[in-house]
């Protein structure tokens, strides 16, 4: 389109319904939130919602850390501020890889200069806490950085054990939640998880673009080491700390909380329209409490898992560790993935997932979840993808798939939100 004909032509995308990995539609309060008016950083109405914002997130990750925040950016920029403001240059990191994620850390750690070890599980797998504590004894890491939820395989890594493992090594744990905080369940205190980030875009209804991130004591002890505060805002008589100065400026968790903090220098300008998105977000997702939301995904996942297999269809990957959020299933033989992707997105106005690396061109992934986790949602991407198959030489039972969703709903009690 020439750029005469743009300036008459309002943006006006086609509405879809996002039922891939995410991104997945935002939830219409959110939406709302962001269209509040833009107030100053240091107003005090402003500073108010950060710290209202601090103290959801707190909420959201199940923790009493002081320091829960904001870094602005998408869910990468969460994992880049925890990883650069803690690997020094020759630290050695373990880095358990089980999916594109798993990859993403190991690329993040090295480009910080760690001495990165990693140990790798078939796609569609997940460690054991042996396998993972046997190679932190091997290697004696600094860090242990992992991915919970891992969207490119589906997989969700059991995290329970992992934090007193960590502690007995004295390593620290990095978790990246991206994909599965407000949607399954996770407790960064309860399971000694030393700092945490993740994104909007997915369980928590939001647009990309905002990284919540929350670390104990022991990660600030670390941080504080190195800390490190710009010319221009350094307040006189500021000692830098002995470690070496974090190779990031926008990513320094230090300066981070000094603008977090009640010190509130400034170190950038908070992204306004984010801040309000993510708080309406947790709010969202505390107001329906945690066990609901967990409840919500866990049976929209049972009931998408029966719809798939009543189609004859094959479930990807150890279901036992499969996400609540996120389900990989076989493209069946024969059946061209992506031209049935491209049908359910023209005809229906769906979107679902394709994947990467040794999965890509196997398998789709079906995401419920966030303000998309509902029965009729549900209902509606098995309806698609079944009339999608059957225009296919695969044969598919017409009505199995949405008889066997509504079978599981069906045996949720009255009560339960799910309906
Ligand atoms: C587990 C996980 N980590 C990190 C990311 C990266 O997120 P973003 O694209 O928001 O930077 C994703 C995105 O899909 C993800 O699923």
Redesign the pocket.
């Known amino acids: 389109m020439s750029t005469n004909a743009l300036l008459t032509e309002d943006l006006n995308p086609l509405p879809r319904l996002l039922m891939g ?2 991104p997945i539609n935002a939830d219409p309060r959110v939406l709302r939130a962001m269209s509040m008016p833009l107030l100053g950083q240091f107003d005090p109405q402003f500073t108010g919602y950060m710290n209202e914002t601090m103290g959801l997130l707190r909420g959201l990750f199940q923790t009493e850390n002081r320091w829960a925040f904001l870094v602005d ?5 969460g ?1 880049e501020a925890a990883l650069v403001s803690l690997i020094e240059p020759g630290d050695r990191v373990l880095i358990p890889v089980f999916g594109r ?1 798993g990859h ?1 850390l190991h690329e993040i750690a090295a480009r910080c200069g760690a001495e990165v070890h990693t140990i790798e599980t078939e796609w569609g797998t997940v460690f054991s806490p042996d396998a993972i504590e046997d190679a932190i004894r091997a290697h004696r890491p600094k860090l242990v950085a992992i ?6 395989t589906t997989m969700a890594q059991p995290l329970e054990a992992l934090g007193d493992i960590c502690r007995r090594y004295d390593a620290l744990l990095y978790v ?1 939640a ?2 599965t905080l407000g949607g399954m369940d996770f407790r960064v205190d309860a399971w000694k998880i030393d700092a945490a980030t993740a ?1 909007l ?2 369980c928590l209804s939001g647009p ?1 673009g905002s ?1 919540p991130i929350t670390f104990n004591e022991r990660v600030e002890r670390a941080v504080l080491r190195r800390k490190h505060v710009e010319e221009g805002i350094r307040p006189a008589g500021f000692t830098p700390g002995a470690g070496s100065r974090i190779q990031s400026n926008y990513f320094d968790l230090g300066m981070l909380m000094d603008y977090w903090g009640e010190e509130r220098l400034n170190h950038h300008t908070e992204a306004t329209s984010m801040l309000y998105a993510a708080r309406e977000c947790a709010r969202i997702v505390l107001r329906e409490g945690l066990d609901q939301v967990v409840d919500r995904h866990a049976v929209a996942s049972r009931a998408t898992v029966a719809g798939l297999e009543a189609m004859g269809l094959r479930i990807f990957g150890d279901v036992d560790h499969k996400m609540a959020n996120v389900t990989g299933v076989y493209i069946p033989e024969g059946v061209d993935g992506e031209a049935v992707r491209a049908g359910m997105l023209n005809d229906f106005g769906i979107e679902i997932g394709s994947s990467f690396g040794p999965l890509r061109g196997r398998i789709w992934r079906i995401g419920a979840m966030g303000y998309n986790c509902r029965k009729q949602n549900v209902l509606i991407c098995l309806s698609a993808l079944e009339a999608t198959l059957r225009r296919t030489s695969f044969r598919v039972e017409a009505g199995a798939a949405v008889e066997a969703a509504f079978a599981v709903y069906d045996e949720q009690p009255a009560s339960n939100p799910t309906r």
Do not use: M
Not at 73 to 77: F, H
Not at 147 to 152: N, Q, R, W
């Open positions: 990995p995410g950016g998408t869910a990468r920029a994992i994620f993403l991915v919970h939820g891992d969207t490119s990246d991206t994909a994104g875009q997915k990309p990284a």
